[in-house]
């Protein structure tokens, strides 16, 4: 089993910055996949970023340039830097990670940005 907890989340002014972790803990193989979607009210979960073990990214377009997904294998963590946060930001971002075709979740930290 895999475990994954979130934390970094909170209030911010749009234009701001927050920085969320994700730590993985469990029987964890060495060749994942690790990334961010997010939830917003109302709406649909989507993808946010996804990085996978030798590095490679991929970032939704609503936020390529302003978020940067990146992690540390040796700690089994991944951390998604969010920079000039929009009120359309405003969302509960989960964490995943995904091994042997399989997805493990995280409990979901929430991101607010404000006027």
């Known amino acids: 089993q895999v475990q994954l907890v979130e934390s970094g989340g909170g209030l911010v002014q749009a234009g701001g910055s927050l920085r969320l972790s994700c730590a993985a803990s469990?029987?964890?193989?060495?060749?994942?996949?690790m990334g961010w979607y997010r939830q917003a009210p109302g709406k649909q979960r989507e993808l946010v970023a996804t990085?996978?073990?030798?590095?490679?990214?991929n970032y939704a377009d609503s936020v390529k340039g302003r978020f940067t997904i990146s992690r540390d294998n040796a700690k089994n963590t991944v951390y998604l830097q969010m920079n000039s946060l929009k009120l359309e930001d405003t969302a509960v971002y989960y964490c995943?990670?995904?091994?042997?075709?399989?997805?493990?979740w995280g409990q979901g930290t929430q991101v607010t940005v404000s006027s």
């Open positions: 995943f990670l995904n091994e042997l075709g399989r997805d493990y």
């Open positions: 990085i996978i073990s030798g590095g490679s990214t």
């Open positions: 469990g029987s964890i193989f060495t060749i994942n996949t």
